[in-house]
């Protein structure tokens, strides 16, 4: 498996915008779909994007025309742009890495995760 390290959180005004970056070790990086989830404070765990081992790119609706995720499998590093942030995008999110795509795309991942990075929007 490989370790996740997340960087890129912090306070940013609705409206702003913020990315968020996830380090993965080992070699194996490009073999693994990677993927952000988010959990805000009293909240269940919710999906935000995908990316596939070749590029394709998943979103939710909530997040959709306002977020991107681009991988880089020479730098090993997976990226969410977020625009147009607004409050209730608050919460800490979470990389993942799984070999497989449906286990992202269904909320269920059971591979690797990182410990989280906190994003928070003010109004």
């Known amino acids: 498996q490989v370790q996740l390290v997340e960087s890129g959180g912090g306070l940013v005004q609705a409206g702003g915008s913020l990315r968020l970056s996830c380090a993965a070790s080992?070699?194996?990086?490009?073999?693994?779909?990677m993927g952000w989830f988010r959990q805000a404070p009293g909240k269940e765990r919710e999906f935000v994007a995908a990316?596939?081992?070749?590029?394709?790119?998943y979103y939710a609706d909530s997040v959709k025309g306002r977020f991107t995720i681009s991988r880089d499998n020479a730098k090993n590093t997976v990226s969410l742009q977020m625009n147009s942030l607004k409050p209730e995008d608050t919460a800490n999110y979470y990389c993942?890495?799984?070999?497989?795509?449906?286990?992202?795309?269904?909320?269920?991942?059971?591979?690797?995760w990182g410990q989280g990075t906190q994003v928070t929007v003010s109004s």
């Open positions: 080992g070699r194996t990086f490009s073999r693994y779909a």
């Open positions: 993942v890495a799984d070999q497989a795509l449906y286990s992202i795309l269904s909320g269920r991942p059971t591979g690797s």
């Open positions: 990316i596939s081992l070749g590029g394709t790119t």
